[in-house]
């Protein structure tokens, strides 16, 4: 693959603007070939549907979002339902050939203060979908949030405790990691924990950190915005054995999501030239 063939966009960067049939058709007509899909957005269409739409136009799913969230089933009934989920997930990833389903842990049931049971069940909830997800040939990627999200979203935040699950879990490819240039690129043992992970990374993720960021999820910046050294966290990737593409997914309620979209797109590819 030439460099521009390994782009990707995760279609969260257009959400406010494009359905998943007009990201497809609107990212293709860009050039793209990669794109990470969303499950609340596949519904609007259906697997099949979209799988069709997705062969028809050369499109590679570099990511199916979002799994995991296991921290947050409080009780035995909420861990079924939540298991239940991922397993859906886990087909319709299969279904449109996704090279991973994005995992992220979930952050604490309302009213708990036990994040150490919250990383405990996530633990536990894992191991129980890992042979799922091995008959249906796909992988987890454990995607390591930023602690600044740890309550919220996920109490799984450094690339450490991702690779010592892995070690924990002893799968094979069905468990990987989703590694994200804004979730980690504060970590001191970053390189370390990169080269420790090596081949298990399955997704790499890129935005942009803001130094004025105002919002805990929604303020993600465009590539070459921000302070974050992408080129570099990308060449570490890489030199682990990553061979994948490079997926921009930029969560930005405030500008990117109020833009016209065939703008961000234009945008995207101008700055994967020079800032990844
Ligand atoms: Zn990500």
């Given at each position: 693959?030439?460099?521009?063939?390994?782009?990707?966009?995760?279609?969260?960067?257009?959400?406010?603007?494009?359905?998943?049939?007009?990201?497809?058709?609107?990212?293709?007509?860009?050039?793209?070939?990669?794109?990470?899909?969303?499950?609340?957005?596949?519904?609007?269409?259906?697997?099949?549907?979209?799988?069709?739409?997705?062969?028809?136009?050369?499109?590679?799913?570099?990511?199916?979002?979002?799994?995991?969230?296991?921290?947050?089933?409080?009780?035995?009934?909420?861990?079924?339902?939540?298991?239940?989920?991922?397993?859906?997930?886990?087909?319709?990833?299969?279904?449109?050939?996704?090279?991973c389903?994005?995992?992220?842990?979930?952050?604490?049931?309302?009213?708990?203060?036990?994040?150490?049971?919250?990383?405990?069940?996530?633990?536990?909830?894992?191991?129980?979908?890992?042979?799922?997800?091995?008959?249906?040939?796909?992988t987890l990627g454990l995607?390591?949030?930023?602690?600044?999200?740890?309550?919220?979203?996920?109490?799984?935040?450094?690339?450490?405790?991702?690779?010592?699950?892995?070690?924990?879990?002893?799968?094979?490819?069905?468990l990987g990691i989703?590694?994200?240039?804004?979730?980690?690129?504060?970590?001191?043992?970053?390189?370390?924990?990169?080269?420790?992970?090596?081949?298990r990374i399955v997704?790499?993720?890129?935005?942009?950190?803001?130094?004025?960021?105002?919002?805990?999820?929604?303020?993600?910046?465009?590539?070459?915005?921000?302070?974050?050294?992408?080129?570099?966290?990308?060449?570490?990737?890489?030199?682990?054995?990553?061979?994948?593409?490079?997926?921009?997914?930029?969560?930005?309620?405030?500008?990117?999501?109020?833009?016209?979209?065939?703008?961000?797109?234009?945008?995207?590819?101008?700055?994967?030239?020079?800032?990844?």
């Amino acid at each position: 693959m030439s460099d521009y063939e390994r782009l990707a966009i995760n279609q969260v960067t257009t959400r406010e603007q494009w359905s998943l049939r007009e990201a497809i058709e609107g990212y293709a007509r860009h050039g793209i070939r990669g794109i990470a899909v969303w499950h609340d957005k596949l519904a609007e269409i259906g697997a099949g549907e979209a799988a069709r739409l997705l062969r028809d136009h050369g499109m590679s799913v570099t990511g199916y979002c979002v799994g995991g969230l296991l921290a947050e089933a409080a009780d035995g009934s909420a861990m079924q339902a939540c298991l239940d989920y991922n397993r859906r997930l886990i087909d319709e990833a299969a279904e449109i050939q996704a090279r991973c389903v994005v995992f992220i842990g979930g952050g604490l049931p309302a009213g708990s203060k036990d994040i150490d049971a919250a990383r405990q069940r996530c633990l536990e909830g894992l191991d129980k979908l890992l042979p799922h997800a091995k008959r249906a040939g796909v992988t987890l990627g454990l995607e390591p949030l930023h602690p600044m999200v740890c309550a919220l979203r996920s109490c799984l935040s450094t690339l450490r405790q991702a690779n010592d699950w892995c070690d924990q879990l002893g799968a094979g490819a069905e468990l990987g990691i989703a590694l994200d240039t804004y979730n980690v690129w504060w970590d001191p043992e970053l390189e370390a924990q990169i080269e420790r992970a090596g081949k298990r990374i399955v997704a790499f993720h890129v935005s942009d950190w803001l130094p004025d960021t105002r919002d805990l999820r929604l303020d993600r910046g465009m590539p070459g915005d921000g302070v974050i050294d992408i080129p570099k966290i990308r060449r570490m990737a890489e030199a682990a054995g990553y061979t994948g593409y490079r997926e921009i997914e930029i969560l930005s309620a405030r500008d990117w999501w109020r833009r016209d979209p065939d703008e961000v797109v234009e945008t995207v590819k101008a700055r994967y030239a020079n800032h990844i």
